[in-house]
């Protein structure tokens, strides 16, 4: 009767009020309707070797020559370990879940996969803004620059950074857990992406919807105006250098740390950009959004050591040293 039926619906709803609905696993959706959509993971599983290999060829760089035992490379020493397991968070994962069809992820799980991935990538959007600060202090104040940018105080502000993003993501992730999930359990994303498995819940999610504007604040938008603040700073005090050659010398300096910006942010404010402004196909949404997360963990130690005069100088006289070694 419909009587009968009422009083089921207000006892599921105050079941649902009393207790939080948690499914016991989520399907993660990936790609609709394209063709030959194993192609792109088994380039992404190539993608991930090499980032690998360069990520840890490069931490044993800094970590064998001593002449790179300074807090500038304590910085890029933390970027590459950041890439390294930001990638391991991702990618084995995903190859897991879409080249052998395994797209079902139990619930807690789930959880742990979307911290640990936006944690990481959280951890690269403020390291950048570090190397932004030892950039800004060695060309604003170039003799007092050993005495500002020391060990401690570089160690203090990373350890501050991986506090507050803890705290931050934990918050983040954790608030999932209040939702109930009584709709449909397909995830529409590559993993388990926070909006995506928000947007699911069947109960109030505007507490979810403002951590995630914090989140977006405080990961794109605030570290990318103290970037563009510290390059305002550095130009001016470039225009002041008389010589043309001092201030080539100097901007080289910044070369390698601009291009590790404009690789991680450009697309992460293209998709934001574009989501917002206009309409993006989900599948276009899922490539710009994986190369992201991968792309520039894979460029930013061949970028650094190849653009940086320091690490090609420290690696010629490591391998001159190991050859007179080896022919002795």
């Given at each position: 009767?419909?009587?009968?039926?009422?009083?089921?619906?207000?006892?599921l709803?105050?079941?649902?009020?009393?207790?939080?609905?948690?499914?016991?696993?989520?399907?993660?959706?990936?790609?609709?309707?394209?063709?030959?959509?194993?192609?792109?993971?088994?380039?992404?599983?190539?993608?991930?070797?090499?980032?690998?290999?360069g990520?840890?060829?490069?931490?044993?760089?800094?970590?064998?020559?001593?002449?790179?035992?300074?807090?500038?490379?304590?910085?890029?020493?933390?970027?590459?370990?950041?890439?390294?397991?930001?990638?391991?968070?991702?990618?084995?994962?995903?190859?897991?879940?879409?080249?052998?069809?395994?797209?079902?992820?139990?619930?807690?799980?789930?959880?742990?996969?979307?911290?640990?991935?936006?944690?990481?990538?959280?951890?690269?959007?403020?390291?950048?803004?570090?190397?932004?600060?030892d950039?800004?202090?060695?060309?604003?104040?170039?003799?007092?620059?050993?005495?500002?940018?020391?060990?401690t105080?570089?160690?203090?502000?990373?350890?501050?950074?991986?506090?507050?993003?803890?705290?931050?993501?934990?918050?983040?992730?954790?608030?999932?857990?209040?939702?109930?999930?009584?709709?449909?359990?397909?995830?529409?994303?590559?993993?388990?992406?926070?909006?995506?498995?928000?947007?699911?819940?069947?109960?109030?999610?505007?507490?979810?919807?403002?951590?995630?504007?914090?989140?977006?604040?405080?990961?794109?938008?605030?570290?990318?105006?103290?970037?563009?603040?510290?390059?305002?700073?550095?130009?001016?005090?470039?225009?002041?250098?008389a010589?043309?050659?001092?201030?080539?010398?100097?901007?080289?300096?910044?070369?390698?740390?601009?291009?590790?910006?404009?690789?991680?942010?450009?697309?992460?404010?293209?998709?934001?950009i574009?989501?917002?402004?206009?309409y993006?196909?989900?599948?276009?949404?899922?490539?710009?959004?994986?190369?992201?997360?991968?792309?520039?963990?894979?460029?930013?130690?061949?970028?650094?050591?190849?653009?940086?005069?320091?690490?090609?100088?420290?690696?010629?006289?490591?391998?001159?040293?190991?050859?007179?070694?080896?022919?002795?």
């Amino acid at each position: 009767t419909e009587k009968e039926i009422d009083s089921f619906k207000q006892k599921l709803i105050i079941g649902f009020n009393a207790t939080f609905v948690h499914p016991g696993r989520f399907y993660l959706g990936g790609f609709s309707d394209m063709a030959h959509d194993n192609y792109y993971y088994v380039f992404l599983g190539f993608v991930y070797i090499f980032t690998v290999v360069g990520n840890v060829l490069f931490i044993l760089i800094i970590f064998l020559i001593k002449t790179l035992h300074t807090p500038k490379y304590m910085i890029v020493f933390s970027l590459a370990l950041t890439d390294l397991c930001g990638s391991t968070a991702l990618i084995p994962k995903l190859l897991d879940t879409f080249l052998f069809d395994r797209r079902y992820i139990l619930y807690e799980a789930c959880l742990s996969y979307m911290f640990f991935v936006l944690f990481f990538a959280s951890i690269q959007s403020w390291t950048l803004v570090i190397m932004a600060y030892d950039r800004f202090i060695a060309i604003w104040f170039p003799l007092r620059y050993h005495s500002i940018v020391t060990k401690t105080s570089i160690a203090a502000m990373l350890a501050f950074e991986w506090l507050l993003i803890t705290t931050i993501v934990a918050s983040t992730v954790g608030l999932i857990d209040r939702l109930s999930f009584c709709g449909s359990f397909v995830v529409k994303s590559f993993f388990c992406d926070h909006g995506p498995v928000f947007y699911l819940a069947c109960n109030d999610t505007s507490l979810n919807r403002i951590m995630a504007y914090v989140a977006l604040v405080s990961f794109i938008c605030i570290p990318l105006i103290l970037i563009a603040f510290t390059y305002v700073c550095i130009s001016i005090a470039l225009s002041r250098i008389a010589s043309g050659e001092e201030r080539l010398k100097a901007l080289k300096t910044c070369t390698s740390h601009v291009i590790l910006v404009a690789i991680f942010f450009l697309p992460l404010v293209g998709t934001n950009i574009a989501a917002v402004a206009s309409y993006i196909h989900p599948n276009a949404r899922i490539i710009n959004s994986t190369l992201t997360y991968t792309i520039p963990a894979l460029l930013n130690p061949i970028i650094y050591a190849l653009k940086t005069e320091e690490v090609m100088n420290a690696v010629k006289k490591l391998w001159k040293k190991k050859t007179f070694i080896n022919t002795a």
